[in-house]
C-alpha cells in the first residue's frame, strides 16, 4: 500500500506536548509494526522509534523518555506522543507500516513539526 501520511503536526513551545497519528489499513493487523522517522533541513533522515508485536517499543536515545509510541489495531492507527519537546525535535516526521531505510522512511510525505524556545 501506499505510505501513510502522518497528521498532528504543528508549531509549539519548548516544553510543550504534541501527538501524531498516522492510519493505514496495514495497521488493522495484530502483526503489525509502526515505524517513526523524522528529518530537520539538512539533516539525514533517522529512525526515532518502532513499535510492534516482537518487542517492546524501540526509540532513539535523543527521545527516549519524551516520545511513548503506541499502535491501535482496531483503529488502524499509530500514535506518537511527544512530550517536554525541545528546539531540536523541530523536523518533518513520517511514518511507515514495517522498519525500512530511511530513505524510504523520509521519502513519502511527512508532517512538519516546529518546536520554538
Known amino acids: 500500500g501506499a505510505q501513510p501520511v502522518p497528521i498532528g503536526g504543528g508549531s509549539v513551545q519548548a516544553g510543550g506536548s504534541l501527538t501524531l497519528s498516522c492510519t493505514s489499513s496495514?495497521?488493522?493487523?495484530?502483526?503489525?509494526?509502526a515505524a517513526w522517522y523524522r528529518q530537520h533541513s539538512g539533516q539525514p533522515c533517522e529512525l526515532i522509534s518502532l513499535v510492534g508485536p516482537k518487542t517492546s517499543p524501540w526509540y532513539v536515545a535523543t527521545v527516549k523518555g519524551r516520545f511513548a509510541a503506541s499502535l491501535n489495531n482496531a483503529k488502524k492507527t499509530a500514535y506518537l506522543q511527544m512530550h517536554d519537546l525541545e528546539t531540536d525535535d523541530t523536523a518533518v516526521y513520517y511514518c511507515l507500516t514495517k522498519l525500512d531505510t530511511p530513505s524510504v522512511g523520509c521519502g513519502g510525505r511527512g508532517t512538519e513539526v516546529i518546536v520554538s524556545s
Open positions: 496495514e495497521f488493522s493487523s495484530a502483526d503489525s509494526e
